[in-house]
């Protein structure tokens, strides 16, 4: 005979596994700092405007 589970124990551990996963989710999607996200932009943006100014016009 096999020996008995604590259902309890299984239920936590099985929250505690998806509440990992969704931690790494978040964490992938919004895993830049504010100072990082204002620094991609303007980056970004220096390339957008540089990449106009060269635009020749017909």
């Known amino acids: 005979m096999s ?3 604590n259902l309890n124990r299984v239920r936590k551990q099985k ?3 998806e509440k990992t996963v969704r931690a790494a989710q978040n964490a992938a999607a919004h895993g830049q ?3 990082s996200k204002a620094l991609q932009k303007a980056q970004t ?3 957008a405007k540089t ?8």
């Open 15 to 17: 929250a505690r596994q």
């Open 51 to 58: 990449l106009d100014s060269h635009r020749r016009d017909p």
């Open 45 to 47: 943006d220096k390339a």
């Open 33 to 35: 700092t504010k100072a």
């Open 3 to 5: 020996q008995p589970v």
